[in-house]
């Protein structure tokens, strides 16, 4: 079964250019080009909902961070690689914590692209090395004077945060582990709880600042 991608973008030229190039690819499907936030919406309560969707951080009406907040909260199925222009630490770190998979630049290659939308169609998110860097600069241990209590966590729970920050499935942590893959999940959702996050790429995020994991 093909791969549904959407786009959200209000620069048309491009936008129309990333559509082309992604219906060439096989295994993946264009459902529709959105020119914003809100037009988007329109098409979700539509029922036209994709696998992936391409997310410009910049448009009018409905910026990226709200789009993807509203996502987080009613369409977490949906899975969000940002696109910018813009490198700074503090907006990659802003949409990881909305929950997004992937966080590509305007200036990538088409490889890294495909690159992207095969990693998060296939695991669920694409840890580049732009991205790693990135959120390690922004949230170094200590820099936040409001930073939560760090959570107790146990030797099985820390090995599996471990495992989690590579780029490993959760089928093949659990074999690494022992354990079966249900169990893993229990393992997540105790993690994500205790870290008070909603998605794997959230999780090491925390892990990362809180020093809990090093990459």
Sequence with gaps: MSTT????????????????????????????????????????????IPDILLLDLKMP??????????LQQNHPEVKVIALSMFDKEEQVARMVRLGVRAYLLKGCRPSELRLALDEVSKKGYYYSEFLTNKLIRNLKPGESGNSPAIPQLNERELKFLKLASSDLTYVEIADIMCLAPRTIDGYREVLFQKLNVKSRVGMVLEALRMALIEL
């Design 5 to 48: 991608v959407a786009i959200a973008d209000d620069h048309n030229l491009l936008a129309q250019a990333l559509s082309e190039l992604i219906q060439k690819y096989d295994g993946y499907d264009m459902l529709f080009v959105a020119e914003n936030g809100r037009e988007l919406i329109s098409y979700l309560k539509r029922k036209q």
């Design 61 to 70: 009406e409905m910026d990226g961070f709200e789009t993807a907040k509203y």
